[in-house]
């Protein structure tokens, strides 16, 4: 049976969109560990760090790969990006602060979810695209 296209486009891009997360989750691993063990910083810094990298491999990423034809091949604009920044890491680092045992493994979801639901508006709207 078939369950239109809404259906397939979702899951399609939800599927591309937890493939770039995974990518940039795995990036932001390793640049946290090789700053901390390679480089000695203070992990405050070295997860400062880690996260602006896999923050930009991240957006690049989405852009590129999940909500390309929603952004019919322009990218998001400043605003879009710096929004979409400001609002990822309060929730990244606000949980991060709050999270205790074994919640600090659905760290990275509401910013996920957050991150899915603003990229998917903001990459049908003219005013968030250059």
Same mark, same amino acid.
Request: aromatic share 10%; with cysteine.
């Given at each position: 049976?078939?369950?239109?296209?809404?259906?397939?486009? $979702?899951?399609?891009?939800?599927?591309?969109?937890?493939?770039?997360?995974?990518?940039? $989750?795995?990036?932001?691993?390793?640049?946290?560990?090789?700053?901390?063990?390679?480089?000695?910083?203070?992990?405050?810094?070295?997860?400062?760090?880690?996260?602006?990298?896999?923050?930009?491999?991240?957006? #690049?990423?989405?852009?590129?790969?999940?909500?390309?034809?929603?952004?019919?091949?322009?990218?998001?604009? #400043?605003?879009?990006?710096?929004?979409?920044?400001?609002?990822?890491? $309060?929730?990244?680092?606000?949980?991060?602060?709050?999270?205790?045992?074994?919640?600090?493994?659905?760290?990275?979801?509401?910013?996920?979810?957050?991150?899915?639901?603003?990229?998917?508006?903001?990459?049908?709207?003219?005013?968030?695209?250059?």
């Amino acid at each position: 049976m078939d369950q239109g296209l809404l259906p397939r486009i $979702t899951k399609h891009r939800l599927s591309r969109f937890c493939s770039v997360g995974v990518i940039a $989750t795995l990036i932001h691993a390793g640049i946290l560990s090789l700053l901390q063990a390679g480089f000695d910083l203070p992990r405050p810094d070295a997860n400062l760090m880690a996260f602006v990298v896999a923050f930009v491999v991240s957006m #690049a990423g989405q852009q590129r790969f999940t909500f390309n034809d929603r952004l019919r091949g322009k990218r998001l604009n #400043a605003n879009g990006l710096v929004i979409l920044f400001l609002v990822n890491a $309060t929730a990244a680092f606000g949980l991060g602060s709050v999270a205790r045992g074994g919640s600090v493994i659905l760290l990275p979801v509401l910013p996920a979810v957050i991150n899915y639901v603003l990229l998917y508006l903001f990459s049908g709207s003219s005013r968030f695209r250059r």
